[in-house]
Structure formats: structure tokens, C-alpha cells
């Protein structure tokens, strides 16, 4: 089993940033596929970034290509997802995920997620 903790949600000004971290534990970190997902009041949750096991290939979805940037550390079992240029669309509870398949990128078929943390950008 893998446990996903993440921190750093909260209220910012749309044009701000955050940085979201998760932590895991429970499998070998480099054996895990990571990824950020959000949910938007009365939305379906989406794929927002994700990142190869070594962390030397990552995808972002449309709308945050160029303002969020998805990183590992594997010394430290940690996944950061820095959010730039915020705004009030980005507003949602943003979950960690993991998967071990051999899988795209881009998929969306996960195994283990954290409990999620909210993100509002307001206007």
C-alpha cells in the first residue's frame, strides 16, 4: 500500500503562487509514476501534471502548460507541483497520485491518492 500526504493549499490572489508538496511512503519512490489531479466545484476531476518514475519526462495539461511545473525528489520521496500565474479557474481540490504501471504519461488509471488539498485563487 502507498500513502500520499499533501501540503501546501490555500487562498492566494489570482497572478499569485503556491507550491504544492506530497509526500509518500510505503513502496520504493522510484518505482512510482506520479501525478496531480484536480476537482473543480461540479467538474469532473482532471489530469493537471504528471512525471515519470526517474522524473526525466512530465506532462501538463493545456491549461496549465507554462504556468505549472511538475518535479521529484527520490532521495526525499516527494513530488512538488508549482502553480504560477494563478487564477481563479485553477480554484479546486487538488490531489497527489500514484500509479506502478507501465502506463503514457497522460494517463488517468491510478492506484493510490491523498486525501487532497485546497487551492483558491480568488479574482
Known amino acids: 500500500q502507498v500513502q500520499l500526504v499533501e501540503s501546501g493549499g490555500g487562498l492566494v490572489q489570482a497572478g499569485g503562487s503556491l507550491r504544492l508538496s506530497c509526500t509518500a511512503s510505503?513502496?520504493?519512490?522510484?518505482?512510482?509514476?506520479m501525478g496531480w489531479f484536480r476537482q473543480a466545484p461540479g467538474k469532473e476531476r482532471e489530469l493537471v501534471a504528471a512525471?515519470?518514475?526517474?522524473?526525466?519526462?512530465?506532462f501538463a495539461n493545456d491549461s496549465v502548460r507554462g504556468r505549472f511545473i511538475i518535479s521529484r525528489d527520490n532521495s526525499k520521496n516527494t513530488v512538488t507541483l508549482e502553480m504560477n500565474s494563478l487564477k481563479p479557474e485553477d480554484t479546486a481540490i487538488y490531489y497527489c497520485a500514484a500509479h506502478q504501471r507501465v502506463a503514457v504519461l497522460y494517463t488517468t488509471l491510478y492506484d493510490y491518492w491523498g486525501q487532497g488539498t485546497h487551492v483558491t485563487v480568488s479574482s
Open positions: 510505503g513502496r520504493t519512490f522510484s518505482s512510482l509514476a
Open positions: 512525471i515519470s518514475r526517474s522524473g526525466g519526462t512530465s
